[in-house]
């Protein structure tokens, strides 16, 4: 069953429970790491269990539905739901050199060779064998300057010739040059939980958007497995709406920590909440707050990163499709999808 934690509801602050619930859902789901089918609770088990209103619970899993977070099955309730590219047939050929892959990471590994650093040297010796088919690609980030760190470990997964563009969701909402940016790019990137959001502000294909997996940065991950276990912790959001998930957030890699107080960027007790506590984490939009904290406040934001895994099992394949795609093309082929092809093959 999918977990949630209900004492992340917080039914003291101004902001509705449904807004919470959705945001704690919506996050979980986008980065968390649950199964494909896993079920969530029924509307009524988790409309007691956070004593809200059934309605409430259903309109939030509606949301969800629609941002293609979670499947409803009729009559069988709500499952987590898969990603298109994330489940690969077990017969297609790459599957042969799984246990080489896990010989050469282990290696590395001993060796103090990141993931990333792996990834970039296949990729490198790889354009040594085929030819060099450059892709056009575009990020779609929340903020520019996390985007841009984003892009820049996203980089590793791409070779010499691609180029990618960042945007931001917000330029999307009007029409523009960012808008024909992303519908000439070969693939559009954004975060899990925006990939319906990005579709229908851009209007192209399904499979020119591919929403990647995020996780917490090793950086957030150490500096929060650091707090002194007495401290008093104000943990900030950006935006009301994932207000839920900071809490958790924080406890998932300082469990040793029990006293955290969250509130959002533009809550009227901002101050007060932080002259109060010894210890300021901050969401990615909320840099102000560290202009507020005292000198003597630890503080730093809660960074996430590129999870390794997505841009190695779903970014690299999908490149690598798609540039097949094009050197058809180039060549002047019947143009059948790499898709289509590894699929013939594997028949």
Known sequence: MFPIDASSIDKSLPVPVGTQLYGLLSYTLAFGDMPYGTKLQSVRQLAAELGIAPMTVTQVYQQLRDAGLIEIRQGLGAFTARHPLAVRDEKLPINALRSDIETIVGKAEALGISTMELVSMINARAQLRRPNVGLSLVFVCIFEGPGQDYVDQIRS?????????????????????????????????????????VKALIDVPAEQVLGLRFIPSQRTRQNLAGLDPRARVAAVTHFQEYIAIMRPSVREFAPHVADVRVTWSSSPDLGEVIT???????????????????????????????????????????????RQLRAGQENGTDGETAEGAVRRRSA
């Open 157 to 197: 997964a791409l070779t010499a010739s691609d180029t990618i563009k960042l945007v931001t969701l917000e330029s999307l909402k009007v029409p523009g040059p960012q808008r024909e940016a992303c519908r000439a790019a070969d693939l559009v990137l954004t975060f899990v939980h925006r990939e319906a959001e």
């Open 276 to 322: 109060a506590c010894d210890a300021v984490i901050y969401a990615s939009g909320a840099d102000h707050v560290a202009d507020l904290a005292p000198p003597n406040v630890q503080c730093f934001e809660y960074r996430h990163a590129p999870d390794p895994g997505a841009l190695e099992t779903i970014l690299v394949p999908r490149l690598t499709e798609l």
